[in-house]
């Protein structure tokens, strides 16, 4: 029973390409949670997905960024034309349900270096 | 706006000792709060959570506790073990139609064999 699935763990662009982050959430879960974690920084809330459905994006970036959860297959985090500012550690957690603050299991991350 | 902020940032104690990491949020209005651990190129384990109606929460050697007057939490490891070494987080959820968890920028802590 395999946890949160991150690909790939890393991740280098040059400016300006784009990054596809993928999430496999765990066996029987349909919610999905991006945090983004800058360097010497909390983790902060980026978007909440359920299947085909975006619940909240509050802490998405306005351009560049997106992220869909399609009915089948990952969730992926797409960031276009990637700046320096976007190198970070990317974490993905998934829940069986609308978590209420609980109910969370962390992938292991993808850490993006924008070169 | 939740914020939650941790002190110290590091902390490096010899093995045995007993050592408490501190938590504090701005808005006392929390649905529970949580404690996590996250080892280096790894994701982040869930150690205890509180809820907003309980005070304390205990698993092993390790004992969160919350007091929501104060906006404060405290995370307690006894004996520790060079096996802790990890930075800690703590994430407080408001609930009341959010979905995010508020995280703090965690503690590093180094356990000295």
């Known amino acids: 029973n395999a946890g949160v699935m991150q690909n790939p763990r890393h991740l280098v662009r040059r400016r300006g390409q784009e990054a596809r982050l993928r999430c496999s959430p765990m066996k029987g879960h349909s919610h999905v949670y991006w945090y983004r974690q800058l360097p010497e920084e909390g983790l902060k809330f980026m978007v909440y997905l359920q299947k085909e459905n975006i619940i909240d994006e509050s802490g998405m970036p306005k351009e560049r960024f997106s992220a869909e959860f399609p009915k089948e297959g990952p969730s992926i985090l797409r960031i276009q034309q990637v700046v320096r500012g976007d190198s970070a550690a990317y974490f993905c957690a ?6 209420r603050g609980d109910g969370y299991t962390f992938g292991s991350g993808t850490r993006l270096t924008v070169v | 706006k939740q914020e939650v902020t941790q002190i110290p940032a590091a902390l490096s104690v010899p093995e045995g000792e007993n050592l408490v990491l501190n938590c504090s949020f701005t808005d006392s209005a929390i649905y529970n709060l949580q404690w996590f651990r ?6 982040l384990t869930s150690l205890l959570l509180i809820q907003s109606s309980q005070r304390e929460q205990t698993s092993g050697r390790l004992n969160a506790s919350l007091d929501k007057s104060s906006g404060r939490s405290t995370l307690y490891i006894a004996a520790s073990q060079p096996g802790d070494s990890a930075t800690y987080l703590c994430a407080a959820y408001s609930g009341a139609g959010s979905y995010q968890l508020t995280f703090g920028k965690g503690t590093k802590l180094s356990v000295i064999p």
């Open chain 2, 38 to 43: 996250q080892d280096p190129g790894k994701g």
């Open chain 1, 94 to 99: 998934s829940s069986a349900r609308a978590s």
